[in-house]
């Protein structure tokens, strides 16, 4: 498919409002194959036993990349630098699970108890290079850059990862109203990096105990009320610029919530306020995106709230409100405080749903409004991107139990936004106005 790093913006944070901009050539693409294989098995030993496994294999190759990156804009406000970076890359992963579920009983507590062991293997070779092109108008781009220049190597490294993980989880009934849940994970993770382009060998070796807990209350049959720990850990494939492996992602969530039922089995509320912690967290290399750099601590703070059912008869309601308080909490390279790229502040949708099912069976109208915040374009918050709304709507009509013929519109305004914000030469716009008619049958 064609190769489209997106739009780019001045270190004023100009940028052009036009989704059909392209600052690429008609010889930038990128070529990709995935296979996947799976399998899953599970069988009750006893009334007390259940054994399930698991296996994945997966094998992906991107080669005939051909991509044009845009390096940033001149004083002069409008000229584009350029460079094509041709990569390959060829993985292959394997994942294999056990588990045993056992249902027990040690006094008055009820248990589920889950035990597993799990392995994942997983490989990738990379090989890149990088050639300067010509540059482009801002505004005015004429295109004809030499097709596919002659590149030097700039990365050729072969990475490989096992992990060997263990767990065990206990779901607790502790009385008719009070419900827990504990598990423990541990995680080895070896890891080697073969740099043959500066003849480099690097190797790691990380281990973790990870935890999680839960706990439920639920006063009455509508009502659940919770609070949840859980640290997470995560292995990451890539490496800096100066050719060191990523540390693995440690992470820390505190999370308190609710689940009303508003009208018993017709409209129900979620509400949470969570906290989310992440050390070593890799983020794209603002200088070469083929590379990553890890930021020492991110924090998010937040609050949701859904409402989702039925609020009349034919009527149906599905509504999200997300505040988000998002920051660097610890590092050496940014300013503590600051925002992280992409994340608004708020963010929200309304969708409101009507079926005619008195005046014409099957014929059913939708339409709502998203609504998302501002967001940073980098982590030393140089702008913002700026937020967007917009308004969608579907028209649906059932023949039968199997046979639906639907027609959804998305930004009906054909308004102008900017929905992927990665770095300041790395913004994606959103759709223009499309639309879809879409069969459905159902055998």
Request: cysteine-free; glycine content about 8%; aromatic content about 8%.
């Amino acid at each position: 498919q064609p190769f489209d790093r997106g739009l780019i913006a001045t270190d004023e944070g100009v940028y052009v409002h036009d989704a059909r901009r392209y600052f690429g050539e008609s010889w930038s693409h990128t070529g990709a194959r995935k296979t996947v294989a799976g399998v899953v098995g599970q069988r009750t030993v006893a009334p007390w036993l259940t054994l399930r496994a698991s296996g994945r294999y997966s094998d992906a190759r991107v080669q005939d990349h051909h991509a044009v990156d845009l390096q940033g804009v001149d004083d002069d406000g409008r000229t584009v630098r350029r460079r094509i970076t041709n990569r390959v890359e060829d993985s292959n992963d394997l994942n294999l699970r056990l588990d045993a579920i056992v249902d027990a009983t040690t006094g008055t507590l009820d248990h589920r108890l889950l035990a597993g062991v799990e392995y994942t293997s997983a490989e990738m070779a990379f090989d890149s290079a990088r050639a300067n092109i010509g540059p482009l108008d801002l505004y005015a781009p004429v295109y004809g850059a030499t097709p596919v220049p002659a590149a030097r190597p700039n990365a050729s490294y072969v990475y490989d990862a096992d992990m060997r993980s263990a767990y065990l989880q206990d779901q607790l009934a502790l009385s008719e109203r009070w419900k827990a849940l504990v598990s423990l994970r541990y995680d080895a993770v070896e890891t080697t990096q073969h740099d043959s382009l500066n003849d480099t060998l690097l190797r790691t070796d990380d281990r973790e105990l990870s935890m999680r807990g839960g706990l439920v209350f639920q006063p009455d049959a509508r009502t659940s009320l919770y609070a949840s720990y859980t640290e997470s850990f995560q292995p990451q494939q890539g490496q800096t610029r100066d050719g060191l492996p990523l540390s693995p992602e440690r992470g820390q969530q505190i999370e308190i919530g609710a689940k009303l039922e508003l009208v018993p089995e017709r409209l129900a509320l979620t509400t949470a306020v969570f906290q989310i912690t992440k050390q070593d967290v890799a983020t794209e290399d603002p200088t070469d995106p083929d590379f990553s750099v890890l930021t020492g601590e991110q924090r998010v703070r937040g609050f949701e709230v859904d409402i989702t059912g039925e609020i009349a008869r034919h009527w149906r309601l599905l509504a999200n409100v997300s505040l988000l308080d998002p920051e660097i909490t610890r590092d050496n390279l940014h300013a503590i405080g600051n925002r992280l790229v992409g994340v608004p502040r708020y963010s929200g949708r309304l969708w409101l749903h009507h079926d005619f099912q008195d005046l014409l069976p099957g014929f059913k109208l939708g339409g709502g409004v998203t609504v998302v915040g501002a967001r940073q374009v980098d982590l030393d918050n140089s702008f913002d991107i700026a937020g967007y709304t917009t308004l969608d709507a579907t028209a649906s009509y059932a023949f039968n139990d199997r046979l639906e013929l639907s027609l959804r519109a998305s930004n009906l305004t054909d308004r102008f936004f900017v929905e992927g914000v990665q770095a300041s030469n790395n913004l994606y716009p959103g759709m223009p106005r499309a639309y879809a008619l879409l069969l459905r049958a159902r055998f």
